[in-house]
């Protein structure tokens, strides 16, 4: 669950601008302020099965959305070639050919 | 008109996924086959003016999905840092300092 969660707050931060402002509301409250179903139903005056359902049609677009532009996937490999550069920086390695290399891969995540 | 077919093409690269097949056909016949709305209106067996709106749409569409999620200019921005970062790297420079901080602002583009 955990798990999922975290997923979850990633594919919210890159693709919220996609959403309507009644998705970004429930999932805003749901996932980033720990609100409950039954919380967020009193809060909107509505039933708590309408919640979830919104919820998990949200959910559903979420990962549709990374399915097709990989934003999230992109953003993961990025982060660990980075980490690689700068552990060959810090490394005081004269090896820039392997830092170029790394570099190149990068750009191919575009 | 070379500008935008040029900034088109990057759009309809990073966006096309998002695009229903036909948009898609149209898109790619027009922008990257060079096709006159003429020839696809022909291929299609459609108005000129159908095809017309369409792309017209499409192209509005891209503009409002980059408007939301930045992909485009995010790809120039990067592009930018790395040309600037493999600069350093080629210097031999033993400025690691700033490279590292080059590198810093390629992760907050995330």
Do not use: C, W
Request: hydrophobic fraction near 35%; charged fraction near 35%.
């Amino acid at each position: 669950m955990l798990e999922k969660t975290t997923r979850m707050n990633y594919l919210y931060d890159f693709y919220q601008s996609l959403l309507t402002p009644k998705q970004r509301s429930y999932m805003s409250l749901y996932y980033l302020d720990d609100f409950s179903l039954g919380e967020i139903a009193e809060e909107y005056n509505i039933s708590r099965q309408a919640v979830y359902d919104n919820i998990k049609r949200t959910e559903a677009m979420l990962e549709e959305y990374e399915e097709k532009l990989l934003l999230f996937h992109k953003f993961q490999e990025r982060g660990k070639l980075i980490v690689r550069i700068k552990d060959l920086l810090k490394a005081d390695s004269t090896d820039t050919t392997t830092i170029i290399q790394k570099i190149a891969e990068l750009e191919k995540l575009d």
